[in-house]
């Protein structure tokens, strides 16, 4: 029997640790020969609900669940922990941005960060309480840990992007590869479909439709969750969830070949962005360790949309530079 993996979720009272939990719990990530233990974190108020939580869990019977605990303490929550969903926080409401967030969610960063220290060396931390590129710098701005072991999650974007280009282009999602979003976790990232393959071509050998590409995908991936919040009356919850475990995956699994996987970490300069930042690059694994992809090249359309991205950052980290 291997050793169990030790996984902190915060926020795990909530809709998207409801769905999160009982994949973690079951085998369905990790495979049916990895033990799981879980840690929880929540606010004291919201533990009564947690206690459900494990209760279900325990009523699911679970083999690969070999044991979980709930804490309103960061340090216990994150004690020896090797992987850590940091969900926990607010989520906007309809007419809100994320970045309206940012002054109530990003000090719940701070003290996080801190605790995360008492984590396994093996750590990764997945940022998706929003802003979650910001609330993810001021986590390893707050932190021991070796930043590159700090992400926040791109991954739903990627994913919405994904499977809008491949219905357009009538093709199994498992057809759209080499997928970059750039970036921020907001209406100003930028999902480039300009270095994107379908069935291995090229896209706009595929989909030729240009004015579709910059006027109708690029605006609906950027702002599908404020979509998704106008019709369920609150946030993406199953599709977020599933997007955090999938981001977690592709830090552990073998990136395929010719292909990349998507997250935002922290900036040495690649693409010329500004040491420091937390930006959302293609990426792939080394071994254990990730690599920004590099040389992809953009059109001027494409590099305005990076800038104000960009921009967009800096501004994020300017407001909260007390925190950092
Ligand atoms: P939710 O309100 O259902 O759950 C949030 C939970 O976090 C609540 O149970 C709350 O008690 C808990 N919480 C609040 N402060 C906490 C703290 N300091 N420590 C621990 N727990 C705390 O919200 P949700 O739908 O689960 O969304 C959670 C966050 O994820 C929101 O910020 C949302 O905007 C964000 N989100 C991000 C993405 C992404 O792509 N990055 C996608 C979807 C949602
Ligand atoms: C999303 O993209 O669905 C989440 O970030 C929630 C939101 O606020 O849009």
Redesign the pocket.
Known sequence: MAEPIRVAV?????????SAIFRLASGAVFGPDQPVHLSF???T??MK??EAVMMELDDCAFPTLVGMDAS?Q?DQAFDGVNAALL??????GPGME?AD?IRV?GP?FV??GKALNRAAADLRVV????P?NTNCLIAMRNSDVPKDRFS??????YNRAKTMLAKKANVPVTAVTNLAVWGN?SNNQYPDFENARIQGRPLSEVITDEDWLKNTFVPDVQTR?AVVIKARG????A??AI??LDHLLSFRQPTPAGDWFVAAVLSEGQYGVDPGLVFGYPLRLKGDQWEVVEGLTLSDWGRAKFDAVLNELRQEREVVKDLL
């Open positions: 915060t926020g795990a009272a909530g809709q998207i640790a409801y974190l929540e606010i108020p919201a609900v947690l309103d960061a969900i926990g926080s607010r989520p906007r994320r967030l969610n719940i003290g996080q940022v998706v309480g929003n979650c926040a999650m791109m991954r739903l974007d976790h969750g609150s946030s993406s919850a599709s977020g997007a955090a």
